[in-house]
């Protein structure tokens, strides 16, 4: 499975912005995906993740992010979308997203096997 994250960028804190992981390659739709970041000297944290039929999500339970992000999938595009509202200047991180091997959701890093690239997202005050 190759990912591809886009969709960062610079906002204004408090605006929002919509992340999309495009998978290409085998068994996308049998495996959850999850969101990571990682901020400049930080380590790699979690943020969401989705079971593989988009059925069951799990948030990281810092900084309300289950309450102002949403994470989504659409098995038959091979995409996985990552919707962040309200954001705040500690959001600017680099994003990324991942596959697990597991069809249910995961928040460790050891538990996903393949990684895309990352996309920055800079939230200005």
């Known amino acids: 499975v190759q990912l591809q994250a886009s969709g960062g960028g610079l906002v204004q804190a408090g605006g929002s912005l919509r992340l999309s992981c495009a998978a290409s390659g085998g068994f996308f739709s049998s495996r959850a995906i999850g969101w990571f970041h990682q901020a400049p000297g930080k380590e790699r944290e979690f943020v969401a993740s989705?079971?593989?039929?988009?059925?069951?999500?799990?948030?990281s339970l810092d900084d309300d992010v289950q309450v102002r992000f949403a994470i989504s999938r659409e098995n038959a595009k091979n995409t996985v979308y990552l919707q962040m509202n309200s954001l705040r200047p500690e959001d600017t991180a680099v994003y990324y997203c991942?596959?697990?091997?597991?069809?249910?959701?995961?928040?460790?890093?050891?538990?996903?096997?393949?990684w895309g690239q990352g996309t920055l997202v800079t939230v200005s005050s």
């Open positions: 991942a596959a697990t091997r597991y069809t249910g959701w995961a928040d460790r890093p050891h538990d996903y096997d393949y």
């Open positions: 989705i079971s593989w039929t988009g059925s069951s999500t799990y948030y």
